[in-house]
């Protein structure tokens, strides 16, 4: 520093700065091997994961292709309807000369088709992995580990996929492969010179890899890379080879569990890092040789340009224009320039203010604005002219604070005093605005005036300097109040309809609304719309109607108003513009009409009609089928005719109950009176229950059920023998939850002895199999004193 502070010029401080840098650069040369070598390594161990990645996406999108392969063949109709030989046929046209071939075997391991041998050659049985079992049940593909091929006898590799026959799985189907065809893979993708990849199993055995002899495949990998892999999915190490030979391994877990593995020999690396370091060594000696030769050069030729400049910028502070002239140096010549623009544009600006002020001036003086100024620490006043003429004073009257205070209303001078302290006061506002009355000096009259002011203020905040204007605003304070009697009579009006009726401003704000509009959404007076808004709109947020802009009048929209009682009604509401407030708010009027009932019974029409469309669909194909079976089972028309037409005014029983109830379910126990009304006389039926309805799409199933007992019976059962009693019983199968379903006990009970259980299947009997199966569980039993029907029906779809 010492040295510095001795060399004033500007030529002797540039050679010594030139110095300073050889030094600097010389250090940082060696810093910059250092960090080469470093950097090198880092760009290395990126390449090298890279690669890694990459080559396990490859893999990966192998596994995903024999995946694939294997969802297609399990696809296969020959699969589903057994016919191993056709599936064997399609098998090998399908692989067309692929290096693989398809093994399907059933979960016990027993191989069923195998592709490397001809159809019918006995099979052998593969060992059971229970964890690839579990992982077929669960409907999974999964690659598998090395493993000893049962009819090859050599490692091989398998993609297994589960195959579905009728909703169970019942097949392991397996794309099979030899370890050569991941290392071919791998060796197509052209690693760099010196590079080797490496695929390893779950178990951390070699499956394949790009260098050496076969005699690797199923050895274990080093255990240092088995840690790593254990402790991330991917990562570059340091390690040895299996055949001792000094490696830089970067790896990456595929998503089965595999682990691609990119060795390099660290041989590779270090002569990489040697090369780097002669030429960056090289390079930067030389540019240090360079820089110091430069730097004195340039020491010679800037002293005289800057001296120059020195004094330009001198005249300017003066007020002079800079003449330029240019020096050959870019940056001197830059700031020449600079300064030349400068001085000129100074000379401009004063022009500009002048002009400014002038303008000012005559606007002030176009709109009757009076200005003042007070030197605060001076103590100098100073009105304008326009000033005055507000007052009522003579152009000529001097400045005087006690003056204008006398002409202040006195209803408004406490007010007007308090303002003007705190404005003059250490550390008060900046600036202020106030609106007062005055007593003008020469009429007398009453006049309101606006006056703004702005302060400048010392670092201690002490007030320097104030300067404002002052307008009468007389004129002006007339009309805010006549549209303000105009807005009260608006307010009124719309608080007295009674219909919803709101009035609002942009803001938000609620300025009046009818007791209609608090009533019928069942929400207490609000003070803004978004509070309304959120506790009564059912969406929670506001509708897009009260983001419109003020500025249009909104179409009908449609707003869901949740009431305080939990309801909800439908409002369609409109928004109409209105003249501005007199602060320049916006304003609006927003009326709603409930249309709650007009939409629900819209969207009833709707879904009615859809839900008859649907039924009636169902219906005919219920016919269709009942006079197809029907058909079947009669021996002769008439039977047929009998049966058909039985069947069906079922069907019309219900379709009665469900249409009383517009199809929205019916009572169980109303089921059970419509079918069995011919036969209560007399008292042979009983019937016990809780009240149960049933949803309309049970309740054509289980009329046909309950038609078909009750034929039954009345043919061959206990209504067909005198003193024969029918029980039907029905409970919930969960109290608790009476909505899951019910359980129903239908017991005949016929004197003279046990029923002869039917030897042949008819249509009825199939019918009432099949509904019970459907509606949820059920069985049907001969007892000793007549048939016993129980069943579940499950509520819930």
């Known amino acids: 520093m010492a040295v510095w502070r001795k060399v004033t010029s500007i030529r002797g401080r540039l050679a010594l700065l030139a110095s300073g840098l050889v030094a600097a650069s010389l250090l940082a040369a060696g810093l910059l091997v250092h960090d080469a070598q470093r950097r090198a390594r880092a760009t290395f161990e990126t390449q090298l994961q890279e690669t890694a990645r ?134 197509e993708q052209r690693m760099p010179e010196g590079w080797f990849g490496t695929v390893l199993d779950r178990d951390r055995r070699i499956i394949a890899r790009t260098f ?13 890379l088995s840690a790593a892999i254990d402790r991330s999915p991917e990562g570059v190490i340091d390690s040895v080879s299996l055949e001792g030979e000094p490696t830089i391994v970067a790896y990456s877990r595929l998503p089965n569990g595999w682990t691609v593995v990119v060795v390099v020999p660290r041989d590779v690396l270090a002569a990489g890092i040697r090369r780097s370091y002669i030429l960056a ?34 005249g300017v502070g003066r007020g002079e224009v800079f003449a330029f002239t240019p020096d050959g140096i870019t940056e001197t010549d830059a700031v020449g320039r600079a300064l030349a623009v400068a001085s000129a544009r100074l000379k401009e600006r004063e022009r500009e203010l002048a002009d400014s002020l002038e303008r000012q001036q005559l606007a002030f003086d176009a709109a009757s604005i009076g200005t003042w100024d007070v030197d605060v620490a001076g103590g100098a006043r100073f009105w304008s002219p326009e000033f005055t003429a507000i007052m009522g004073l003579p152009p000529e009257t001097p400045p005087d604070p006690m003056l204008f205070s006398r002409m202040i209303h006195p209803d408004d001078f406490d007010r007007v005093t308090a303002i003007y302290d705190g404005f003059y006061a250490p550390n008060g506002p900046e ?55 105009s807005e009260q009579r608006l307010r009124v009006a719309v608080a007295s309809v009674p219909f919803p009726l709101m009035l609002e401003t942009a803001g938000g704000e609620v300025l009046e609304a009818s007791r209609s509009w608090w009533e019928s959404s069942g929400q207490p007076e609000s003070a803004s719309t978004r509070t309304w808004a959120e506790a009564a709109l059912a969406e929670g947020a506001l509708v897009p109607l009260l983001a419109e802009p003020f500025g249009y009048a909104v179409p009908a929209g449609e707003a869901r108003i949740r009431t305080s009682a939990g309801r909800e009604r439908i409002w369609e509401v409109r928004a109409v513009p ?12 927003v009326a709603a009409v409930d249309v709650t009932e007009r939409e629900r019974d819209a969207r009833r029409l709707g879904l009615l009609v859809d839900e ?79 009240s149960v309805d049933v949803r309309a799409d049970i309740a054509v199933s289980l009329s046909l059920l309950l038609h078909e007992l009750a034929t039954n019976a009345v043919k ?13 019983t029905w409970r919930y199968l969960d109290e608790a939850d009476p909505a899951a379903g019910f359980a129903v006990d239908w017991r005949e009970r016929c004197p003279g002895g046990k029923l002869v259980k039917p030897t042949t299947r008819g249509f009825g009997s199939r019918l009432i199999a099949s509904t019970l199966a459907s509606l949820g569980a059920g069985s049907v039993d001969y007892g000793e004193d007549g048939l016993a029907c129980h069943m579940e029906v499950h509520l819930r779809a």
Request: charged share 25%; proline share 5%.
């Open 54 to 187: 990459a080559l396990s996406l490859v893999v990966d999108g192998h596994l995903r292709l024999a995946a694939a392969f294997n969802a297609a063949l399990a696809s296969s109709p020959s699969l589903a309807v057994g016919d191993l030989d056709a599936f064997d046929a399609q098998a090998r046209r399908a692989l067309d000369g692929m290096a693989a071939w398809i093994v399907l075997s059933d979960l016990d391991g027993q191989q069923l088709v195998n592709t490397l041998r001809p159809r019918g050659t006995p099979l052998p049985a593969d060992a059971v992995i229970p964890s690839l079992v579990e992982q077929l049940q669960a409907g999974r593909t999964v690659a598998s580990d090395l493993m000893q091929g049962a009819v090859t006898g050599r490692p091989v590799l398998a993609v297994d996929s589960p195959v579905r026959v009728d909703g169970r799985i019942v097949y392991d189907l397996a794309y099979a492969f030899f370890p050569d065809a991941i290392a071919n893979l791998l060796r």
């Open 212 to 224: 050496g002899d076969a005699s690797a495949i199923g050895r274990s990998a080093t255990p240092d």
């Open 281 to 314: 060594a090289i390079g930067a000696l030389g540019i240090i040789g360079l820089g110091g030769l430069s730097s004195w050069a340039v020491a010679r030729g800037i002293s005289g340009p800057i001296v120059r400049l020195s004094r330009g910028a001198e």
């Open 431 to 485: 600036t202020y605005v106030a609106e007062f009355r005055i007593t003008r000096a020469d009429t007398g009259e009453e006049r309101w005036v606006r006056t703004e002011g702005r302060i400048r203020r010392d670092a201690n905040g002490r007030a320097l300097r104030g300067t404002g204007t002052i307008l009468d605003v007389t004129d002006q304070r007339r009309d805010r109040a006549a549209i303000a009697a």
């Open 578 to 589: 209105l003249d501005p407030l007199p602060d320049g708010r916006p304003l609006r009027l």
């Open 612 to 690: 008859l469309n649907h039924r009636v669909k169902n219906t005919l194909a219920k016919v269709q089928a009942i006079a197809s079976r029907t058909a079947l089972t009669s021996r002769d028309p008439d039977e047929f005719v009998e049966k058909l037409g039985a069947r069906l005014r079922a069907l019309a029983r219900t379709h009665d109950l469900l249409t009383e109830r517009h199809w929205e379910g019916v009572p169980f126990r109303g089921l059970l009176d419509a079918e069995l009304a011919p036969f209560t006389a007399g008292g042979a039926i009983s019937l016990d229950g809780p």
């Open 716 to 728: 061959h059962g206990c209504l067909a023998r005198e003193g024969g009693k029918l029980e039907i």
